[in-house]
């Protein structure tokens, strides 16, 4: 069997022509800049994208060469890759530079550059690939403008803190000493149970001042800062800050963590956390109901988990949940709502190491459930 071929001799034509056809329309219709460019930096073709990024007509940028409209800080680390391509020491480069539009704003481009050699080899023209990166440049430096800012701010609150411990201790110590003065020269009213909470509270605003102290030079963040420290006895601390708000207000806070439950933590952040949800708690209580918290402890994996519940007036999660915990955010008419608290809280349990979760339900209740590294 004979298997009879017979060529078109202008095939090769048609090929040929399809090709050239495909590269004028991959040239002219592709999304990224594309230039051909000779040796001396004259603008030869470009397409319609590089018409856009730049401003220009066509006509306008073939009368000119990149150096013209390249940045002048840029200019010189350009033109040293430009030349090693034209003296044969490379083949590419790939640069992020600056040029002009039209309308004098700074366009950034991600640039591609590669060469096209004669048979002799040496340099015919260069094709040029141009991204626009001026978006992405602008937010970076955005970002760095708002990183400067923030390190700015972060000094001035920590001058800020320096101060204000310094003052309110020595307050603190008059008030101590005012505590001894009472106890020698008013001896009835020393086992008063006012008397004693007051001075129980003396005493622990020493110890947040001391706290705040770590806090001013302690970075969270690092592993060798945390300490094991005793879940249910931070509880019971917290619970006896607010035992005077919580007997006003009717309110029975029960402890029913593990007793030989540690945790990883920051002293002074494992306070603030504990606080600021029995707090919360207290203060959204619901006018209904004798107001009960619930405090207890379960394990999961490498986390300790306290669950704070109470019996309040809920969060409305379908309505609210996505800004539960965003700065400024407040979902009740409270007086006393600021939306700083939760904001607060959730960056000092993520900072050591921990997450949140919320589980809520419109005039029912919450429960705070907070995950933290087990000391164990």
Excluded at 74 to 94: A, K, P, V, W
Aim: one cysteine or more.
């Amino acid at each position: 069997m004979k298997i009879i071929c017979y060529l078109n001799s202008t095939m090769p034509e048609e090929i040929s022509h399809v090709k050239e056809k495909l590269f004028e329309n991959i040239f002219n219709y592709a999304k990224g800049g594309i230039a051909i460019v000779s040796p001396k930096g004259k603008w030869l073709k470009v397409n319609a994208s590089i018409v856009d990024l730049l401003g220009y007509s066509k006509n306008e940028i073939y009368s000119m060469t990149f150096q013209d409209i390249t940045h002048r800080d840029d200019l010189e680390s350009d033109m040293e890759y430009f030349n090693q391509i034209l003296s044969g020491e490379i083949d590419s480069y790939q640069i992020q530079k600056r040029f002009f539009h039209k309308n004098g704003a700074i366009v950034w481009g991600h640039i591609n550059v590669s060469v096209f050699k004669d048979e002799v080899g040496e340099p015919r023209y260069f094709i040029s690939q141009i991204t626009d990166i001026t978006a992405q440049k602008e937010a970076a430096l955005h970002h760095n403008l708002l990183m400067d800012i923030i390190q700015d701010k972060n000094k001035t609150l920590n001058d800020f803190a320096h101060i204000a411990t310094h003052d309110i201790r020595t307050h603190v110590g008059n008030l101590d000493s005012i505590t001894g003065f009472i106890e020698e020269d008013c001896k009835p009213i020393v086992a008063h149970e006012s008397f004693l909470m007051w001075k129980e509270s003396v005493k622990n605003l020493q110890e947040t001042l001391s706290h705040l102290d770590d806090i001013r030079t302690v970075q969270s963040s690092q592993k060798k800062d945390l300490k094991a420290l005793p879940l249910h006895d931070y509880i019971n601390h917290a619970i006896y800050n607010v035992a005077g708000i919580a007997r006003k207000q009717d309110v029975v806070i029960s402890n029913n963590v593990d007793t030989s439950l540690k945790v990883r933590a920051i002293a002074a952040y494992l306070d603030s956390i504990i606080l600021n949800f029995l707090s919360n708690a207290i203060k959204y209580k619901s006018q209904d109901r004798l107001p009960k918290i619930e405090i207890s402890s379960r394990y999961e994996d490498s986390y300790a988990i306290i669950d704070i519940k109470d019996n309040g007036i809920g969060i409305d999660l379908d309505k609210h949940g996505h800004q539960l915990f965003t700065l400024n955010a407040t979902f009740s008419d409270h007086e006393d709502s600021r939306g700083i608290g939760l904001f607060i809280t959730k960056n000092h349990i993520e900072s050591i190491g921990g997450k949140i979760e919320v589980e809520s339900e419109l005039g029912k209740g919450t429960c705070f459930s907070v995950y933290l590294k087990n000391a164990e």
